[in-house]
């Protein structure tokens, strides 16, 4: 963790299929700030794996909303379901 002036600086990092919008980025930073009450410093990476939606990761936190992680998740859901039906 990096600091600035004596305060901490809570590297985050955001993929996403397309660049974050200033909005966004914005609203990003904002809620981690007063969810963490750290100066935040986004690393925005570009993957066009992720199809959609956004990866966000700091520390041992990973927040998965993206269209790559849907499809994951429900191609798991119809093995499954499969397997239970045999």
């Known amino acids: 963790m990096a600091s600035v002036s ?3 600086v809570l590297v985050v990092y955001v993929v996403t ?3 974050l919008s200033d909005e966004a980025r914005a609203k990003i930073v904002e809620k981690l700030t ?3 009450g750290q100066l ?7 993957s066009p794996s992720v199809m959609g939606g ?5 520390g041992d936190y ?3 909303a993206t269209v790559a992680k849907q499809l994951k998740d429900v191609k798991q859901t119809l093995i499954a379901a499969g397997e239970a039906g045999s």
């Open 34 to 36: 007063k969810e963490r």
């Open 54 to 58: 956004v990866r966000i990761h700091y």
């Open 6 to 8: 004596g305060r901490d």
């Open 17 to 19: 299929a397309t660049p």
């Open 62 to 64: 990973i927040y998965d």
């Open 40 to 46: 935040i410093q986004l690393v925005e990476r570009i």
